[in-house]
């Protein structure tokens, strides 16, 4: 079994392992050959609608006991008939998770700022 390491490794040892040489880099034979093996070093980005947005933050909102334990006192209320109680638990998941669609609009704003000034599009690499 190898052993892994908890440190980074020396440039020296990084290209050896990457088997490439420091001095020359990669020759566009072994870059190519490289590309269609692996494909291009990019992120994809899954982009999704604000509907399944709040249908997945709706979703989220029952994982776990404590929601589910609030769930289930809903049927226990209309049983007592507590009507007020019961309005109040039934209408909390849409609340809650329309709070947490509106709040997540200004992150997904910023974090798409910063992806466009970070990596621009025609962008080739160094020394290319």
Do not use: H
């Not at 072994?30 to 590309?35: I, K, S, T």
């Not at 994809?44 to 909102?61: A, D, I």
Request: positive net charge.
């Amino acid at each position: 079994m190898d052993r892994i390491a908890f440190y980074p490794p020396s440039i020296e040892e990084a290209a050896s392992r990457l088997k490439t040489a420091l001095e020359t880099g990669l020759s566009d034979t072994a870059a190519q050959q490289r590309l269609d093996r692996y494909g291009p070093n990019s992120i994809v980005e899954r982009r999704t609608g604000p509907r399944v947005r709040f249908l997945s933050y709706f979703r989220s909102y029952f994982r776990g006991p404590i929601p589910a334990t609030i769930e289930a006192a809903a049927p226990l209320s209309a049983a007592a008939r507590q009507w007020e109680d019961f309005a109040i638990i039934l209408a909390m998941p849409p609340r809650l998770a329309r709070t947490k669609a509106i709040g997540s609009r200004p992150a997904a704003a910023r974090s798409s700022c910063v992806r466009e000034a970070s990596a621009p599009a025609n962008f080739r690499g160094f020394g290319k």
